[in-house]
């Protein structure tokens, strides 16, 4: 039937190529223009300066569009809407758990050491690596949320031959296997009678630094040679991210009794968003 609808142009496949069609003309045009701007050498260029994804790339000499269009379209699909949604899941635990988002808080501050009336701009400019590799406790809690929360709440793979998994279950060639990191990330044999509790501790070893998990058992970036490509830059830009939000204001939800809920959905949005309370944090006050 897709086929039908594709080679008559109708329907959905035929929206479906409009707006593909829409996106390669924003791309291509974004593209061309920076590689103009690369062959003009008189053009003193702002947009290498700035040392973006694609100019990174047509530095290194990969200058052809079609291939640039594939790259920035598959990092922003992979990296924004799974990002965005694991920050609004990580405010939301932050407002139901308002210990924990006075802890992230504190430790934001003595990493950075800055003054009491430091503005946010301060805050976000002394956020360097060696800042964010030193706040174990936030990596913890982003590392919870995103167990409870994975924002690919479930994925599949085809087997490409008959196989026999180590428990003895049998699969043939072609069949799909369905896995669910939502269910995963809350299976008490996989994570103990707590699992659905949201205590970011249980990532921290008894010096408090954060002990990672195997992929298999934490699935939400998924694992072996198809792991998220993305994921320790997602780590950062959430990092930085909540570290000067968590610095800077204090979050409560806006409606205490409103439910809040996923949307079912390939990626797992907040169903209608999420509505909150931001005060500036002072920091002799709590939350
Ligand atoms: C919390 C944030 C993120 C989560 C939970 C996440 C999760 C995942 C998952 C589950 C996959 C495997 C998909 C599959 O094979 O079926 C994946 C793949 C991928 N991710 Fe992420 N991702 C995140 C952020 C990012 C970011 C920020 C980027 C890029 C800047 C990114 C780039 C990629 C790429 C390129 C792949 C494909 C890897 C491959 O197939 O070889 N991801 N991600």
């Known amino acids: 039937?897709?086929?039908?609808?594709?080679?008559?142009?109708?329907?959905?496949?035929?929206?479906?190529?409009?707006?593909?069609?829409?996106?390669?003309?924003?791309?291509?045009?974004?593209?061309?223009?920076?590689?103009?701007?690369?062959?003009?050498?008189?053009?003193?260029?702002?947009?290498?300066?700035?040392?973006?994804?694609?100019?990174?790339?047509?530095?290194?000499?990969?200058?052809?569009?079609?291939?640039l269009r594939d790259m920035v379209l598959c990092v922003t699909v992979a990296g924004q809407d799974t990002t965005a949604s694991s920050l609004s899941w990580f405010v939301y635990m932050m407002c139901k758990h308002l210990h924990i988002q006075e802890k992230i808080a504190q430790e934001v501050r003595e990493i950075i050491n800055l003054k009491d009336d430091r503005s946010v701009d301060e805050l976000a400019a002394s956020l360097d690596q060696e800042a964010l590799n030193n706040m174990p406790y936030l990596h913890a809690t982003l590392s919870e949320t995103i167990r409870l929360y994975p924002s690919v709440p479930m994925n599949a793979r085809m087997c490409f031959s008959d196989d026999t998994w180590p428990d003895g279950f049998s699969v043939k060639k072609g069949d799909m296997v369905v896995y669910q990191p939502y269910a995963m990330g809350r299976m008490k044999s996989l994570w103990g009678d707590d699992a659905e509790e949201f205590r970011p501790e249980?990532?921290?070893?008894?010096?408090?630094?954060?002990?990672?998990?195997?992929?298999?058992?934490?699935?939400?970036?998924?694992?072996?040679?198809?792991?998220?490509?993305?994921?320790?830059?997602?780590?950062?830009?959430?990092?930085?991210?909540?570290?000067?939000?968590?610095?800077?204001?204090?979050?409560?939800?806006?409606?205490e009794k409103k439910i809040v809920n996923y949307k079912t959905m390939v990626s797992l949005p907040i169903d209608g968003g999420l509505y909150v309370k931001a005060s500036p944090r002072l920091w002799h006050a709590k939350p």
């Open 202 to 255: 249980r990532w921290l070893d008894k010096n408090g630094l954060f002990q990672d998990e195997s992929p298999y058992k934490f699935i939400a970036f998924s694992a072996g040679p198809r792991i998220c490509l993305g994921k320790e830059h997602a780590y950062t830009q959430m990092k930085i991210i909540s570290a000067v939000l968590l610095g800077s204001y204090i979050f409560k939800l806006a409606d």
């Open 1 to 67: 039937m897709k086929k039908i609808k594709r080679f008559l142009n109708i329907g959905k496949e035929a929206e479906l190529k409009k707006n593909i069609k829409e996106v390669d003309q924003f791309l291509y045009k974004l593209i061309n223009s920076k590689i103009e701007t690369i062959q003009n050498p008189e053009d003193d260029n702002i947009y290498l300066k700035k040392r973006d994804f694609v100019s990174r790339r047509l530095e290194m000499k990969d200058t052809d569009p079609k291939y």
